[in-house]
């Protein structure tokens, strides 16, 4: 079974296409225009272990928002559409990453429905071209396309891109584990039958 989605986007702020395959070794192309953010995505694919192409153009003039909550979108379609009906998949997943002073927390449910936590430090200003608010936005465009409950917890850290690149990690690890297939299991792991 191949766990790959395709998923191209295009409104009047952004066009985007990106490529998932969830069974790969962490290859990624990456170009949304935004430096931080492409930074981000190449990290969570080298630690999630999925292959990843993304090609986009946004308003950049305006500003980062339309694009990073965009490619958060696209990408949690191809997360939906690669999972299929998730049968032999783990589902759960949960791990914890430090990166320096900061300790990113994250814990989330393939499960169809869509939630997101989002507990940081408040963080204002820009790493780079990104503004720092983003890093939620993205999360929420993801949640809601993949079906994802999330939770994002980060107990400390005072540095900003240190706690957005360990929110990116610990999230690609527990997706890792999430999309995991185990012989165990028959079928969906749920009572119901189905998610």
Same mark, same amino acid.
């Given at each position: 079974?191949?766990?790959?989605?395709?998923?191209?986007?295009?409104?009047?702020?952004?066009?985007?296409?990106?490529?998932?395959?969830?069974?790969?070794?962490?290859?990624?192309?990456?170009?949304?225009?935004?430096?931080?953010?492409?930074?981000?995505?190449?990290?969570?694919?080298?630690?999630?272990?999925? *292959? #990843?192409? &993304?090609?986009?153009?946004?308003? %950049? =003039?305006? /500003? @980062?928002?339309?694009?990073?909550?965009?490619? +958060?979108?696209?990408?949690?379609?191809?997360?939906?559409?690669?999972?299929?009906?998730?049968?032999?998949?783990?589902?759960?997943?949960?791990?914890?990453?430090?990166?320096?002073?900061?300790?990113?927390?994250? *814990? #989330?449910? &393939?499960?169809?429905?869509?939630? %997101? =936590?989002? /507990? @940081?430090?408040?963080?204002?200003?820009?790493? +780079?071209?990104?503004?720092?608010?983003?890093?939620?936005?993205?999360?929420?465009?993801?949640?809601?396309?993949?079906?994802?409950?999330?939770?994002?917890?980060?107990?400390?850290?005072?540095?900003?891109?240190?706690?957005?690149?360990?929110?990116?990690?610990?999230?690609?690890?527990?997706?890792?584990?999430?999309?995991?297939?185990?012989?165990?299991?028959?079928?969906?792991?749920?009572?119901?039958?189905?998610?």
């Amino acid at each position: 079974m191949k766990r790959k989605a395709d998923i191209s986007r295009e409104t009047k702020e952004t066009q985007i296409q990106l490529s998932l395959n969830l069974d790969g070794d962490g290859t990624s192309k990456i170009n949304t225009g935004v430096g931080f953010l492409d930074h981000m995505l190449e990290l969570f694919a080298k630690h999630g272990f999925f *292959d #990843l192409e &993304i090609q986009a153009k946004g308003d %950049l =003039h305006v /500003d @980062a928002h339309h694009t990073t909550e965009d490619v +958060g979108i696209c990408l949690g379609k191809a997360f939906h559409n690669a999972v299929g009906d998730k049968s032999g998949m783990l589902r759960f997943g949960s791990f914890t990453v430090p990166m320096y002073e900061a300790l990113a927390k994250v *814990d #989330l449910d &393939i499960c169809g429905r869509p939630f %997101l =936590h989002y /507990d @940081a430090p408040v963080m204002v200003g820009r790493i +780079g071209e990104f503004d720092t608010e983003l890093a939620e936005e993205f999360f929420h465009g993801f949640v809601n396309h993949s079906g994802t409950t999330l939770h994002i917890n980060v107990s400390y850290g005072t540095n900003q891109h240190h706690i957005i690149e360990a929110i990116f990690k610990a999230v690609a690890k527990a997706l890792d584990i999430a999309t995991r297939l185990d012989d165990q299991i028959t079928g969906v792991l749920s009572t119901k039958g189905s998610l």
